[in-house]
């Protein structure tokens, strides 16, 4: 009698550990599998976009440049829809003082389509200001030959900006009609308001 309740033990713990290891292989092979489709799915969209790139072709804007040496805008990487956006001039910052900076630039913004000027990613690390706003918006309805664009910012120390230093970069977007429908109520899971979702 004991000699069989060892033997069941034994056998017992066998059998689990023989299934914890063919676990344990089924999860390794399942989460092979899915990296493998992730870096699939990952290089199917990066060849639809460039797909998408040959067979859209590209918008074209007119611009107008209102300073001699300012250089010719390029996108911020080789087929990007960004672009840098540089001071027209030098000028001096002083903190806590809101400024418009000239851009030295105008463009014919197509109808149903708008700018995005934001930030580069090292302007506060450079310039130590910060875009009012966030970002600036340039309408399809500021696009005359003497609009030239400006960006607005609020230093938070003494600095000269030197013309032609990048201090921002611009993107264009197309705009989508809007219809607002009133309701009471619709399905939706309440979020709790704003600030409850942590930092971490």
């Known amino acids: 009698m004991i000699t069989g309740e060892v033997y069941n033990t034994f056998s017992d713990k066998t059998y689990y550990?023989?299934?914890t290891k063919i676990m344990s292989d089924k999860l390794t092979d399942i989460?092979?599998?899915?990296?493998?489709?992730?870096?699939s799915i990952e290089s199917l969209s990066l060849e639809l976009y460039d797909l998408k790139k040959q067979l859209i072709d590209p918008l074209d804007v007119k611009i107008k440049y209102h300073r001699e040496k300012y250089p010719d805008l390029k996108p911020v990487e080789k087929h990007g829809n960004f672009y840098?956006?540089?001071a027209a001039q030098s000028i001096k910052l002083k903190k806590k003082k809101h400024y418009y900076i000239p851009l030295g630039i105008s463009m014919?913004?197509?109808?149903?389509?708008?700018?995005?000027?934001l930030p580069r990613s090292g302007t506060f690390k450079h310039f130590k200001f910060f875009v009012a706003n966030s970002m600036g918006i340039i309408d399809d309805n500021y696009r005359s030959t003497e609009d030239e664009w400006f960006l607005s910012v609020y230093p938070t120390k003494?600095?000269?900006?030197e013309a032609n230093d990048r201090i921002a970069q611009f993107t264009i977007?197309?705009?989508?009609d809007i219809n607002l429908?009133?309701?009471?109520?619709?399905?939706?899971?309440?979020r709790g308001g704003f600030g409850t979702s942590g930092i971490k």
């Not at 014919?108 to 000027?117: L, N, T």
């Not at 977007?173 to 989508?176: A, F, I, K, L, N």
């Open 17 to 19: 550990e023989d299934n």
């Open 31 to 39: 989460e092979s599998a899915v990296l493998s489709a992730m870096k």
């Open 84 to 86: 840098d956006l540089r």
């Open 108 to 117: 014919y913004i197509p109808d149903g389509y708008y700018a995005e000027v």
């Open 158 to 161: 003494t600095i000269k900006i």
């Open 173 to 176: 977007v197309g705009e989508r």
């Open 181 to 190: 429908n009133e309701c009471d109520s619709w399905e939706a899971k309440k």
